[in-house]
């Protein structure tokens, strides 16, 4: 197209065309970045698998990353796609609340209301602790039974009433989305250039 005389008119046309085209192109590149970071939100530093056997560590124990049990909240996170409006594209990524509703506390830190544990799978609930062994109990009651695993003592229990936990925030959102702006911004950019030489 170098070289091409161009009336007012046809320039007007042209620059409309190519304003259309360096929209789809910017949006598509912005949400390749916007995957990416959705990505590697589910990588260390920001998760970690835990380990098994020696290696376990008590799931999800503050400080350091969320720990990789089941692989729910993991499989919750997506992106909300870029849009345009007015001037701006606004995108992000997120977690899926009804697959995994405790992405949120994750995220932000908060404090769980008092709430009553009882057993899903089997009659009472058991647990390793420490103390004299106390053989006895009522419904309701922690009993307590010599355990053979590091001469420590497990706790049974038909039901626990739980006073509520305060857990800290651990953000993997916020920070990967933060990382992820300077390569979105080069994706952008590149996609942008790419499309100004195959238009003109």
Not at 7 to 12: D, F, N, S, V
Not at 151 to 177: E, M, Y
């Amino acid at each position: 197209m170098a070289g091409r005389k161009l009336t007012p008119k046809q320039a007007a046309n042209m620059l409309r065309k190519f304003e259309k085209r360096l929209d789809r192109v910017v949006t598509r590149a912005f949400n390749i970045g916007l995957r990416q970071a959705a990505r590697a939100a589910t990588l260390p530093p920001f998760m970690v698998p835990l380990g098994q056997g020696k290696n376990s560590r008590p799931p999800n124990s503050p400080p350091g990353p969320i720990g990789i049990r089941s692989g729910t909240l993991r499989r919750s996170l997506g992106v909300k796609k870029a849009k345009k409006k007015g001037s701006r594209w606004i995108g992000g990524i997120k977690a899926d609340l009804n697959k995994a509703p405790y992405a949120r506390i994750h995220e932000l830190g908060g404090k769980t209301s008092a709430h009553v544990i009882v057993p899903k799978k089997k009659s009472v609930l058991r647990w390793a602790g420490i103390g004299p062994s106390r053989n006895v109990g009522k419904r309701g009651k922690p009993i307590r039974k010599q355990s053979f695993r590091g001469g420590g003592f497990d706790i049974w229990a038909h039901k626990v009433n739980h006073p509520g936990s305060k857990i800290p925030a651990r953000p993997f959102l916020t920070p990967a989305r933060d990382a992820a702006v300077p390569n979105v911004i080069a994706l952008v950019d590149d996609a942008i250039q790419e499309a100004g030489r195959r238009f003109f």
